[in-house]
């Protein structure tokens, strides 16, 4: 039972072989595309990611935190870009050692295919396509780009890390052989990548330690540094129905229009708008779900081909590392003190999911919510109050209060389902407060902060009644 | 744009078809399955349905609300057996005149078939299932059951409702022209149908006028009357992991120690129990949701096809009828003054689904609700105070209170999403009431009532303010 096959060597699957060969398992990993330390791709050309504290948990469990940390850029904040090119930074917490990181996608990716590699019980193909899994037997047919021949591999188990168009959970949807609960939402708006290149002598055109973000109701812009001096533009943009939209922004003219409407501080920093407007594809934002993960003890998706979550929590990296944490947690649980031979993966893969499930469920919803948080909220005046609020309590009360975006994000400790839980009833505890004008000048911040905390707990316990 | 093509002639497309043809369209009703009218079928054995205010409503549109009736059995409440075959009722509503139908599906199709059969515009096609639609061109390809031979009908538009496994769906899901959002949803229970056969003069073995339910746990038995002194049972079980579930209850000896444990006075009802139970199949419960329900203004999901509902709120029929209703009101609004050919059908299809998605989703979420209440509910001490509370308030207070069950069985002028939320604050204002001691025997009714509308009314503005 000692023969482990990775279907996918992105970020989550490079990091489980990594993991899995450290505790003594034979380790295929299998990748579609070519090997990204050869091959300049387009998939991989400048996207980044943001990296928080459940990632690095992952990475440390690995050993290779240190390393990431090298390509990392600190954002400390969001660095609010106003229609009229003001800005202002908001930041991500009260506490100042809290912050997220901008890093690369594609050198974080190597960095963890390097550190795989080094172990020789891991052995990795690139350019094979997965065409078919039998999930009963723990065998897959792969493709070979270059000579098409089709490469058989036997395995004792199958890990399909794919990503959100997972081939392995196809075959899962396909077989009719037990019941497969699948879900796939997309949104109503897609995404297009955009370039702020660096100054001619490597600076960065803007601040470099922040994620900046121009929210303009139903359009967003964001962006993150590259270690370049680059920035990595992502626009969020309705597909349709909207006076701007990818339907209607179809001429240079339209774009240019567009950007110096709502974005003129950003029209000067992409000297090649309309260029890479017109080149860059449209991306499309989706959430996937589904259960169960895995099938006859033989196969377990993880990371993206289980629970593909759109971008709005900075979260999905780090939902996929802190699924092999959870994913090692059970093994340990269960495998001591029993040999590896004796590892019995059915049991492994219900556990997990048992443990990992709701967690995954809730980043998906709660990426859902601040998307459209982000949208609408950041510009109405009673969710400024309570940003404020929230920030004044983690600075002065850093071991009591915990935002919900600070639950999410730096408090790894708690799960995704609880953090979800928490924050939603202490947003609604304080949103309700202040609506209601019940939160006044004359209290202290100590008294507030008290208050907010019995209303939360008052909403909890009125939720626990009602629904269980 | 005359000519419409109806996927599907069970009890949403034949409703369809007939209101359709009412309205002057030429149409075309195409269904896989043989004539039921002319060939007895297992699939339309003895299945019956519980028919409320909202179907009755697309039965009255169509002129066939009498005729309907006269296949009703009235069912006043649920009777309640608990383990020791003891019985109580527990009425639907504290109204004399709420009540809701147990009608046989094959019986009430055969009626819809037939009056739509009457008009000479529409044409009815059996034995023909649907092996393709062309989306974008309206029209489909069939396979004829006994010949074999393709048949390829042309149409202006195309609506499918052919029900919860929806061939025209799975081209939807397939087209990856559009974003196409899908999801699926098993429940861990599924279901098997038994019979408690007339007495040997034609009477019945129990209540005739009730929807009898063995709430244990886990488990659940119903049964709905017939009109031949039968009742249809039907058993709720996990498929799995339980003490009793469909992976071993595999003897007869089991079933009967099942039976004899959990609803001894089932089995002295069910002769032939243990046979009936190995020889029907056990029927899977799930949900499908999915948007957009059109594509390229020229096909229309409806029906189960749009939203398969679990049973557990009664309301899968009454919501595809519903359908029919709110349809023909979108159509009724924006086809005048124009003539039929000038129906700008993308603009009607968007329109109904702008009205529609959200009360289909809505009664789907209050079907699972339903299934956890039903289940676990029903023996908890608090809920029976609630459901005793609300029995007294609609029999007392008949125009100002609804309870969650009335709202959505009974009051089909608010729609299904509508009753969803003040349904859900109302039994999270009862529940805390009752659970903080705030509802004292002192008060009178009126007193009770009025703090549970404040308290209801304050949930509603809460979740208002923070979730907008």
Redesign the interface.
Known sequence: MNNILIIGAGLCGSLLALRMAQRGFEVTLVEKRPDLRKVTQDAGRSINLALSDRGLRGLRLAGVEEEAKKLCIPMNGRMIHDAKSNTFLSPYSGRKDEYINSVSRPGLNMLLLDEAEKIPNVKIIFNHACEEVDLENASAVFKDFNTKKELKIQADVIFGTDGAGSAVRKNMFDSHKF????????LSHGYKELEIPATENGGYRTYKNALHIWPRGEDMLIALPNLDGSFTVTLFLPYENSDYCFANLTTPEMVYEYFNKEFPDVVEMIPNLADEFFTNPIG?L?TVKCSPWHSFGKVLLMGDAAHAIVPFYGQGMNASFEDVVVFDEVLSSLQQPLQKKEVDWNIVFSEYEKRRKKDADAIADLAVDNFHEMKEHTAMEIFQRKRKLETVFEAEFPEEYYSKYSLVTFKESISYSEALKRG?AQ??AI??LL?DGKISEEMSLKEKLELVKKETEAILH??E???G
Chains 1, 2 share one sequence.
């Open positions: 019941l497969f609960s699948f879900s796939q939402q997309w499309q989706g939603r947003d609604k949103l309700n609506d009125d939720d009644v009602a629904f």
